[in-house]
């Protein structure tokens, strides 16, 4: 699992697992690596969980997430629906 820096494209985090762990598993852990200000969090839809949504707004910065398959709202007036 890779932190990159979109502008620089440089790793700027990395979290080595075994297959059986999930993307967002791993991702709180992997965010807590990226020094400095996160404007923007971009990744794929194995992403979309509240625990990696938690995590971002945590940091202040925005999620570039596209909805998982099936996914369903959220609610609440939640920034992903």
Do not use: M
């Amino acid at each position: 699992h890779l932190a990159v820096d979109e502008a620089e494209k440089d790793i700027i985090g990395i979290e080595l697992t075994t297959a059986d762990w999930g993307d967002s598993e791993v991702f709180p852990d992997l965010l807590a690596q990226v020094d400095g200000e996160v404007a923007q969090v971009s990744a794929d839809g194995a992403y979309d969980t509240e625990r990696c949504h938690r995590s971002i707004a945590e940091r202040g910065a925005q999620a570039a997430i596209p909805p998982r398959d099936g996914a369903v709202r959220w609610g609440d007036n939640h920034p992903r629906d």
